[in-house]
């Protein structure tokens, strides 16, 4: 009995000699912190703070070393979270609120970073060549449009698929078309910013009429669309961001006109005005970026609502690459409601290019873009869009953009008895949009 008494005697203070061996001290923790910080032996330093943090044990230049040691990781966003833990104890240091705005800027919170950035000396804002209110960027971006089906549909023979007969059938053919669009982006206070884009479309289709005999037509819409949009910046990491996208313009067609047994085309103008309202929401933990959508949209005097979900992941803790899966979905005015579409985006930093691509996949009928910006707002539906884009710098302060988009299209050439559709048969094309674009950052 005595023997098994010494034995848990010797076990326990064996273990409490391993914990007080385990046990971290302050000026301990401050003592290797600080060495690790000057060897720059980042790694260390990280997992050496994890353990003393696990013990309770946590302080100013703890914070602040661990976040540099991330930083010189290129994990910026991870470190923006030790130095914002920092910046609320301490604003007094120069140092700290430099490595602060660029863990934010290149983690990809520069809301934050210029928000933070209204709170610094005014040396550090020399520096980093920061001004509360001012103009950010401009740019320009024109684009072209082509249809390379568009010699064979013109050749298909709709009007028998559909069975016209002696009855009105009519089709739209895409031709190719050009857009041109303007940014301006200003800021009115460290935490809000506004956004204004002008685009103009000038789209060209041939009309295609069999009433009787074969009628072709040129067709020409033309629209303008403003897009504005404040972003907003709500306590330490909550983004609010409504916009609105006021579209109009005209659409000319040939009308068949039947006067007895006379048949006549005259000229008809239809001038249209669609609108676009959004408002989205988004935070920031860690290396996920959750958000949510939604849409109000009248178009094509169609009124619905759309809604979307997002996760942004930095897998590497920074902008050099990052993925956005996204699901779409849409309520009409009858009141239905269900899944829209899927997509995905991301993109990656190869030296100063940074790329960028999308693919989208569902039934998209006047389709809404991320915050109304964009509107597939074309007749018909898609089922699929591919997109990429390219960004290089030139110099400091501008930046050079090239896009492709590859787009499905599906349109119906319709039969009307009486002014009524009676029958219809779906045609399909691949339109193709290039574009390119400057941007001046100020």
């Keep these: 009995m005595q023997k098994r008494i010494g034995l848990t005697l010797i076990f326990m203070l064996l273990l409490l000699t391993i914990r007080a061996q385990q046990t971290m001290s302050y000026p301990e923790v401050e003592s290797t912190s600080y060495k690790f910080y000057q060897e720059g032996k980042w790694n260390e330093l990280i997992n050496y703070s994890k353990k003393a943090r696990q013990q309770g044990i946590d302080f100013f230049y703890l914070q602040v070393r661990t976040g540099i040691a991330y930083y010189n990781l290129k994990k910026y966003r991870t470190a923006s979270e030790f ?209 949510a959508e939604y849409n109000y949209a009248n178009i094509n005097n169609a009124a619905f609502s759309q809604y979307s979900l997002w996760t942004t992941y930095y897998p590497f803790s920074n902008t050099g690459f990052y993925i956005t899966p996204r699901i779409y979905f849409k309520r009409n005015k009858q009141g239905s409601f269900g899944y829209y579409a899927l997509g995905v985006s991301g993109g990656i930093q190869l030296g100063p290019v940074h790329l960028y691509g999308q693919y989208i996949n569902g039934e998209m009928e006047n389709f809404i873009e991320s915050g109304g910006y964009l509107v597939s707002n074309f007749p018909g539906t898609s089922k699929q869009k591919i997109a990429g884009s390219i960004y290089f710098p030139a110099g400091k302060k501008y930046q050079f953009v090239l896009r492709y988009i590859n787009q499905d299209v599906t349109e119906k050439y319709r039969v009307y008895t009486n002014l009524t559709e009676s029958n219809s048969v779906n045609y399909n094309y691949v339109k193709h949009t290039l574009s390119a674009g400057i941007s001046w950052n100020f």
């Design 83 to 291: 130095f914002l833990n920092a910046w609320e104890n301490d604003q007094s240091f120069d140092w700290l609120q430099e490595y602060l705005y660029y863990s934010l800027l290149w983690g990809g919170r520069a809301q934050e970073a210029y928000k933070a950035a209204g709170n610094f000396s005014p040396a550090t804002q020399k520096k980093i060549g920061f001004t509360s209110k001012k103009i950010t960027r401009a740019g320009i971006e024109a684009g072209y449009v082509f249809n390379p089906d568009f010699d064979a549909l013109t050749q298909t023979l709709h009007g028998e698929q559909a069975s016209v007969g002696e009855n009105y059938g009519e089709a739209f053919y895409l031709k190719d078309y050009h857009f041109e669009s303007v940014d301006f982006n200003h800021r009115i206070s460290p935490g809000i910013s506004l956004n204004h884009n002008f685009t103009h479309i000038n789209l060209n289709r041939e009309q295609r009429v069999d009433w009787i005999e074969k009628n072709l037509f040129s067709t020409n819409t033309r629209q303008f669309q403003y897009f504005v949009s404040p972003n907003l910046l709500l306590g330490r990491k909550f983004y609010l961001s409504p916009s609105l996208n006021l579209i109009w313009g005209n659409f000319s067609y040939a009308n068949g006109v039947l006067s007895g047994n006379n048949r006549s085309f005259g000229n008809t103008t239809v001038y249209f005005k669609d609108l676009v309202f959004s408002v989205s929401g988004w935070s920031h933990f860690g290396n996920l970026s959750p958000g």
